[in-house]
């Protein structure tokens, strides 16, 4: 059973266009993230969800929306891709924000290609 | 603000033989730390994490790590290496309700 997936795996698309990637976790979670890893490896947080609740969003350029519809999942929309959009993807989940102590389970990643 | 630093990028070694991947971090609270390990085209796994306590932490693979904090620190170690450890590491710490901060990764390449 894969705790948390992404869909699409790849996804290569136009400068321009507009995307959006999935993610779903059934470890019955309250918390969820959005990570990203440039192609150093380095690897940071986008955005935070408590309960379908925005609670983390580090400077990341509106073009990228956030949607959760409820708990277990979490989507990224991204609007006017650019080309230094190009990275990996992660979808993480936690059992609650408050818990710095808790494990981060995360996806398998998203590899986006802005051409 | 937190931060980690990894000082080597990548780490070279042979089947067999004793590997540390370095950590150092900067926190003026009290902190919780993490190694995660990234094989090659997949998501991140947890390998431990310092929570408290003891601060010599075993985890899975036969990794452990040991918490320094007058050197602030939290160097991963295995005794012996196997092919199938070559991936990526990550050291991350994290306090309160701060986000999960990652230090850029060590490429541990294992040869035969």
């Known amino acids: 059973d894969t705790a948390v997936s992404q869909t699409p795996k790849y996804l290569v698309t136009q400068m321009g266009n507009d995307k959006s990637i999935k993610c779903e976790q059934n470890l019955g979670h309250d918390t969820m993230y959005w990570y990203k890893q440039d192609s150093k490896k380095f690897l940071k947080i986008m955005f935070s969800?408590?309960?379908?609740?925005?609670?983390i969003n580090e400077t990341v350029p509106n073009r990228f929306s956030p949607k959760s519809p409820d708990k277990a999942h979490l989507n990224l929309h991204i609007n006017s891709l650019e080309l230094g959009d190009s990275a990996v993807y992660f979808c993480?989940?936690?059992?609650?924000?408050?818990?710095?102590?808790?494990?981060?389970?995360f996806g398998p990643g998203t590899r986006l290609l802005v051409l | 603000a937190q931060s980690v630093t990894q000082l080597d990028s990548q780490v070279p070694v042979f089947e067999e033989a004793p590997v540390e991947l370095r950590c150092n971090y900067s926190?003026?609270?009290?902190?919780?730390l993490f190694w995660y390990v990234q094989y090659p085209n997949q998501g991140l796994q947890l390998l431990l994490k310092y929570l408290s306590g003891s601060t010599l932490v075993k985890g899975i693979n036969g990794f452990e790590a040991e918490f320094n904090k007058s050197q602030t620190s939290f160097h991963l170690r295995k005794p012996s290496v196997h092919i199938s450890d070559t991936a990526e590491y990550f050291c991350a710490v994290r306090s309160g309700n701060t986000p999960l901060v990652f230090g850029k990764g060590t490429r541990l390449s294992v040869i035969a």
């Open positions: 926190s003026s609270v009290s902190v919780y």
């Open positions: 969800y408590n309960n379908k609740e925005l609670i």
């Open positions: 993480a989940s936690s059992l609650y924000i408050a818990g710095a102590k808790e494990t981060q389970y």
